[in-house]
């Protein structure tokens, strides 16, 4: 009887440790997996914080080629006109309007997070920013600029209208560093279901293979941003015979207003 006792009182302290070996496993187990869990999320968080970064500096990056690098590539255009002409009074235009581009240039430079935003978009419209930077052009002298919009309504969305923006601008600058062109007719037409930008110009073309294979001329931006917008963006052009640029969306959430009638001017 008594080795009977003691044979059961082995077993009950075998299971007695066998669950404590188990409990102990299972608190390090459950320990080990708070602490993965707890690496992963710190993962997960440096990830997208780096994401997030990255995402900021290319948009920073692109601002500044997008918006700083064409008012500064105008300001330099308007420039050398000025020390060409001989007329006193012309010279004195050039110069107010290299002013007013300079300082353009510093305002977009000393607050460029304004610009990474639609606030200025906002508070002017998708058309005000177009004609604003066709005067700036037709100021210096270099390039006859011909604008037509006509239509129903206005987009709606700021954020939306920045980004059809930046097209446009880009497209121009595209066309003012490298196309040597004396004419650019810009064409808006807006109705409730669709949108359609066309820039044309008569500039000395390109490959458009070829241009896309080498990423010049910030091409692929504006493709990126008409995806973003499911638009259709076509760019047709050969070699001595200029480029036009077609951009089509039905993103836009046209608001209805009066009838909107620009001549080619």
Do not use: W
Request: charged residues 25%; neutral net charge; contains cysteine.
């Amino acid at each position: 009887m008594e080795s009977k006792g003691i044979l059961a009182l082995a077993v009950g302290l075998s299971i007695l440790f066998t669950a404590f070996v188990m409990m102990a496993i299972g608190i390090v187990v459950a320990a080990r997996k708070r602490l993965n869990n707890y690496y992963l999320e710190r993962e997960q968080l440096l990830a997208a914080n780096l994401e997030e970064g990255e995402r900021t500096m290319s948009q920073i990056a692109k601002e500044v080629h997008d918006n700083i690098g064409q008012l500064s590539y105008l300001l330099n255009m308007t420039i050398q006109r000025a020390r060409k002409v001989t007329n006193e009074i012309e010279r004195e235009q050039l110069l107010f309007s290299a002013g007013q581009l300079s300082e353009k240039v510093l305002f977009y430079t000393h607050n460029i997070s304004n610009s990474l935003n639609s606030e200025y978009i906002k508070r002017h419209g998708l058309y005000f920013k177009i004609q604003e930077d066709i005067e700036h052009i037709r100021n210096s002298g270099e390039v006859e600029v011909n604008l037509d919009i006509t239509g129903s309504g206005k987009p709606a969305d700021p954020n939306k209208e920045l980004v059809v923006y930046r097209i446009a601008q880009e497209a121009v600058h595209n066309i003012l560093k490298h196309a040597s062109a004396k004419r650019i007719d810009i064409s808006l037409h807006v109705s409730l279901k669709e949108f359609t930008l066309i820039i044309r110009d008569n500039g000395k073309g390109f490959e458009l293979n070829e241009a896309l294979a080498l990423e010049r001329n910030g091409l692929k931006n504006m493709m990126s941003r008409a995806n973003s917008l499911k638009g259709e963006l076509q760019i047709i052009t050969h070699l001595g015979e200029g480029c036009e640029i077609l951009f089509i969306t039905r993103e836009l959430n046209i608001q209805p207003t009066k009838k909107l009638k620009s001549p080619m001017t």
